[in-house]
């Protein structure tokens, strides 16, 4: 079975119950769906979907975005909370990763679980060296960021300023949380 991983420590920030923008995103290893290793030198956008219809939708649209991802260096990576046994909701498609977390181990470990350990909605944007740009949590917003969003803020990371450690043009007012409900 080939690992799926992402690099890096980071700290959770105790306001808003993601991990920090500015810090890198903690490191993880999932099964993946295609059999592949998420590493190297490319924008992450890491969705941690729970049991969210919106989460479900967000997807659906980064998909239909591909080309622009892509454009971006950008790979889109899903941790679903069920085994790759399980046949979830969340369609394969040639564009995402998709990787499996029935344990919901990464779950808890990045912060998008509950205190009970339930999986909860999250997204975090991070860039080519493994640097949370921005983070979206449910606990906080009531729908993730749109896709055109994400895109604007990538293009941002990627032509002005390839170590970004605040986008302070994406800035909500709660702190940690980078995109607007």
């Known amino acids: 079975m080939i690992q799926a991983e992402i690099g890096g420590a980071?700290?959770?920030?105790?306001?808003?119950?993601?991990?920090?923008?500015g810090f890198m995103i903690r490191d993880f290893a999932l099964p993946s769906s295609r059999g592949e290793a998420v590493r190297g030198r490319s924008n992450l956008l890491v969705v941690f979907s729970g049991y969210?219809?919106?989460?479900?939708?967000?997807?659906?649209?980064?998909?239909?975005?591909?080309?622009?991802?892509?454009?971006?260096d950008t790979t889109v990576v899903v941790v679903v909370p069920y085994g790759a046994e399980e046949r979830g909701e969340i369609a394969e498609h040639s564009s995402i990763v998709v990787l499996h977390d029935k344990a919901h181990a990464?779950?808890?470990?990045?912060?998008?679980?509950?205190e009970n350990g339930r999986p909860v909605p999250l997204a975090y944007l991070t860039d080519r060296f493994g640097e949370i740009v921005a983070a979206y949590s449910a606990r906080r917003q009531s729908m993730p960021p749109s896709v055109e969003v994400i895109l604007n803020a990538l293009e941002f990371v990627n032509h002005q300023c390839p170590s970004v450690n605040r986008l302070s043009g994406f800035c909500s007012t709660r702190p940690g949380i980078f995109w607007k409900p």
């Open 10 to 21: 980071a700290r959770i920030d105790p306001g808003a119950d993601v991990q920090r923008p």
């Open 106 to 114: 990464a779950y808890r470990l990045s912060g998008a679980a509950d």
């Open 52 to 72: 969210s219809d919106a989460m479900l939708v967000f997807l659906e649209n980064a998909a239909r975005q591909a080309k622009g991802l892509s454009e971006q």
